[in-house]
């Protein structure tokens, strides 16, 4: 068996250790799937409320990933 880096088995990751064993994710850039998955169901404000610390980053990455407003995904408007 082949050692990788802090004695992790070869050609693994933490994140793929933590992943497989069960434990709890987070995305090296801060957004867990879950999180992700409220964008555009709620307005930002909500959405930072219950999850960010502002709801400019709640905003910032919601347009980097594509995702209306809520406003608009109710009114029917596509991108």
């Avoid at 070869?10 to 987070?26: A, I």
């Avoid at 930002?44 to 409320?49: C, K, L």
């Avoid at 502002?54 to 990455?61: F, L, M, Q, S, Y």
């Amino acid at each position: 068996m082949i050692l990788g880096t802090r004695g992790l088995p070869g050609g693994t990751t933490l994140f793929r250790l933590l992943k497989d064993s069960g434990r709890s994710v987070q995305r090296s850039n801060g957004w867990t799937p879950e999180e992700e998955a409220l964008l555009g169901t709620l307005n930002d404000r909500e959405v930072a409320a219950a999850h960010r610390p502002h709801r400019g980053r709640v905003a910032a990455r919601r347009r980097q990933l594509g995702i209306l407003k809520h406003a608009l995904l109710r009114q029917g408007k596509r991108a």
